[in-house]
């Protein structure tokens, strides 16, 4: 998700889904956010920080699956 980020604030990936944009900057936020629905210091407190990733790669699948395939390799540049 940081490669994906990366290119599409450098202009190296023009052709992404706004939608799937949105989610995993949304998640993102989420997870830097000091502000959590369970908060990090209870016992199982990391379960919404991992929930929000999960989901958010389950909804951006097909979007990173196709940025994948433009770029092999995070530090590659096309």
Avoid: H
């Avoid at 929930?51 to 096309?78: F, H, M, P, T």
């Amino acid at each position: 998700m940081y490669c994906y980020l990366r290119d599409i604030a450098t202009g190296k990936y023009k052709d992404y889904d706004i939608c799937s944009l949105i989610y995993i900057i949304a998640a993102t936020l989420y997870l830097l956010s000091p502000v959590d629905m369970i908060p990090d210091f209870l016992p199982m407190g990391f379960v919404d920080d991992t929930a929000i990733i999960i989901w958010a790669l389950n909804v951006s699948s097909k979007e990173l699956k196709r940025y994948k395939k433009q770029a092999s390799d995070c530090g590659e540049s096309y």
